[in-house]
């Protein structure tokens, strides 16, 4: 019997990097997940029935665009009843656009407002009533080390991510005296698509070498000088859904080699 062997989770962004490994872990303790996420039809189908054939837990796969607020709010509620209940809900789904803020897209900030900070709200709003009926709840959103410090030409990650805070602190208020907690995690540099995409954007806008790049803006805010892994944020989510965690609500808790602590 693993650790969450009554419970049903939903991982937004899940067809890929931190999703995916929280996902995978979530089903490692026997919890029945639903993913999200965009991707290639086929890879997904074989993401959802590996992650049924490996844990033997129950996956259903939600195609939901976190752009789109009533298809966020459909998402959870079919979550909850296809599988009776929806215990954990974890708001991943995030993407990134790196430019000066004279020239920063104006789509480019409202998808990035959307999809990383909009969704939560969404997701939240239709998670807390079930949770709050069955008294047991835990909500984790994937923040970043840029929901407490800033870094040049990411406005629009750096708003979301400070918002993801924020929704995280008040919600966690609201609910406190209802068995639910409600937490981000704040990774550094986590070595996944999202990364290794910006490279290019970031080359462009610093006049920079790949290898100037990872070391000298990436890794240069991280102490450490290693990357994050998924599988270390997917324990830390792991741990924030135990019962042991049960007084940790409200924070923003990072794992970023020490980024943060600059
Ligand atoms: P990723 O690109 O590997 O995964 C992002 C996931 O979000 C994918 O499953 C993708 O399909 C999904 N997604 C994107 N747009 C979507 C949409 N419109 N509707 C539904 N799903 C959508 O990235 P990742 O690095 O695993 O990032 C996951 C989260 O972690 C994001 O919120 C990101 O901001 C955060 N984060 C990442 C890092 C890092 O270094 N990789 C650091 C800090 C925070």
New binding site residues.
């Given amino acids: 019997m693993g650790s969450l062997s009554s419970k049903n989770a939903l991982v ?9 490994a929280i996902a995978r872990a979530f089903a490692a303790e026997g919890a029945n997940v639903t993913i ?4 290639d039809d086929a890879a997904i189908e074989q993401e959802r029935s590996g992650i049924e054939k490996d844990f033997g837990v129950k996956c259903r796969y939600s195609d ?4 789109d607020g009533a298809a966020v709010s459909a998402m959870v509620h079919d979550a909850e009843a296809a599988f009776g209940s929806l215990d954990i809900l974890v708001n ?5 656009h790196v430019a000066p803020i004279e020239e920063f897209p104006d789509d480019k900030w409202e998808a990035i407002i959307r ?2 900070l909009m ?1 939560a709200f969404y997701a939240i709003k239709a998670a807390v009533p079930g949770m709050k009926a069955r008294k047991w709840g835990r909500i984790i959103n ?5 929901a407490l410090v800033a870094s040049p030409f990411k406005s629009a ?1 750096v708003s979301a ?1 400070h918002g993801i805070a924020g929704l995280t602190k008040t919600v966690a208020l609201e609910v406190a005296q209802d068995g639910i907690t409600v937490n981000a995690i ?10 290794e ?1 910006q490279i290019p954007d970031t080359m462009k806008a610093r006049g920079m070498t790949e290898e100037q790049v990872k070391h000298d803006v990436l890794l240069a805010a991280q102490p450490t000088k290693e990357f ?1 892994t ?1 599988e270390e944020l997917a324990a830390l989510t792991l741990f924030l859904c135990s019962d042991a965690a049960r007084q940790i609500t409200g924070t923003t808790l990072p794992m970023d080699g020490g980024w943060t602590a600059q």
């Fill in positions: 937004t962004g899940s067809t890929s990097g931190i999703g995916l999200n996420g965009l991707g939901a665009n976190m752009m991943n789904a995030g993407i990134q999809i990383n969704a994937t923040a970043s080390a840029h990650y991510k704040a990774p550094g540099y986590v070595w996944t698509p999202l990364v995409k994050v998924v």
